[in-house]
């Protein structure tokens, strides 16, 4: 299975939230799991039933939003000196 497949989106479960598919697992929370430094047999036991390949299409996910938005950095302000 390619792990796009593992995420749903679905406005009927976690109101339209990306979820894990067959769960209601969203991608957020194994997002911010992953940022607390949990390691992933830590994320595993904390949700039941998900597979290491679960939690890596979570972050593909992730990394798939990202590269779609534009990111644009805060225009440089001069510093004046007194």
């Given at each position: 299975?390619?792990?796009?497949?593992r995420?749903?989106?679905?406005?009927?479960?976690?109101?339209?939230?990306?979820?894990?598919?067959?769960?209601?697992?969203?991608v957020?929370?194994?997002?911010?799991?992953?940022?607390?430094?949990?390691?992933?047999?830590?994320?595993?036991?904390?949700?039941?039933?998900?597979?290491t390949?679960?939690?890596?299409?979570?972050?593909a996910?992730?990394?798939?939003v990202?590269?779609e938005?534009?990111?644009?950095?805060?225009?440089a302000?001069e510093?004046?000196?007194a």
């Open positions: 299975m390619d792990l796009h497949e995420i749903s989106i679905n406005p009927k479960v976690c109101h339209g939230e990306p979820c894990i598919k067959d769960t209601r697992i969203m957020t929370n194994i997002l911010a799991a992953i940022a607390e430094g949990l390691p992933m047999s830590e994320i595993l036991q904390d949700f039941p039933g998900i597979t390949e679960d939690v890596l299409a979570c972050v996910f992730a990394n798939d990202v590269q938005k534009e990111w644009y950095s805060a225009p302000t510093s004046v000196m």
